[in-house]
């Protein structure tokens, strides 16, 4: 017993008690800014090493819907236009949206409309699916039960049937052999249900997009309501994108 309250006193407060101002360390790779400069003459270095083709030029665009945040192109280019803040609110309501440019300094999603928020705004419960993952998604959202981040606080929680959820929460790609998982999982869902995806690869398909082993009908015949990009995304990430969505205080 005494043993266990020592450890205890070593730990500290592990608990995340402002989940929107946490102070990220500086090599914390999350919302790109684009510099308002000119690119070398002919230079295509970014979009030349970037894995996804995340990367437009002329202007610079960057499609974080496909990004998976590694450094190469901010490390390849001599202008040094790109560069990776340690913003972690990145959640968007559109696809659109997940779209940066000069012009874009920060991004978040646009409230819900007032019958959502009425629906899920005090009480939110979602079923994970895992369609075809890493399991670098799926590892991060179960950290947000533990007690770092306690999202059940914000009455936000997954359950383990789609029969007692208010929506889905998507990883991965979407396999063919997923892909039928998916469309029963949702067809589960009590109405009105909602639907968020959670790391590039549900979002676009990731680096694995031209695959011919990945089904994505389901993306696009049904409306998405929140986008959250990463590769993967902190937890951080999915808290605040889901309490600016509902409009949460």
């Given amino acids: 017993m005494n043993d266990a309250i020592k450890i205890r006193i070593l730990q500290g407060d592990p608990i995340v008690h402002d989940v929107r101002n946490v102070k990220f360390p500086e090599r914390y ?3 790109p800014l684009i510099q308002d400069k000119v690119c070398a003459n ?4 970014c979009a030349d090493i970037c894995p996804t083709n995340a990367i437009k030029l002329n202007p610079v665009q960057i499609d974080l819907g496909l990004c998976v945040f590694c450094p190469l192109c901010e490390e390849v280019c001599p202008e ?22 000069k ?22 419960k979602l079923r994970q699916i895992s369609a075809g ?3 670098g998604c799926e590892l991060e959202l179960n950290a947000l039960s533990n ?13 383990a049937s789609p029969r007692h959820a208010d929506g889905i929460v998507i990883t991965g790609p979407i396999t063919n052999n ?5 469309e029963i999982c949702y067809e589960a869902v009590p109405n009105p249900k909602i639907i968020i995806l959670f790391g590039a690869c549900a979002i676009s398909g990731g680096i694995f997009k031209e695959s011919n082993k990945i089904q994505r009908d389901f993306i696009e015949k049904n409306k998405i309501d929140l986008f959250i990009p990463g590769c993967p995304p902190h ?11 509902l409009d949460k205080k």
């Fill in 80 to 101: 040094k236009i790109i560069h990776f803040t340690n913003d972690y609110h990145t959640a968007v309501d559109t696809r659109e949206s997940l779209i940066i440019s």
């Fill in 147 to 159: 007690v770092n981040f306690d999202m059940g606080r914000y009455g936000i929680e997954f359950v």
């Fill in 42 to 45: 002919g230079c295509s270095k």
């Fill in 103 to 124: 012009e874009i300094k920060s991004i978040s999603p646009e409230a819900a409309s007032e019958k959502i928020r009425k629906y899920f705004g005090k009480s939110l």
């Fill in 178 to 182: 997923m892909a039928k998982a998916t």
């Fill in 29 to 31: 790779r999350g919302l």
């Fill in 235 to 245: 937890p951080l990430t999915f808290i605040n994108g889901v309490i600016d969505w």
């Fill in 133 to 135: 993952g890493c399991n």
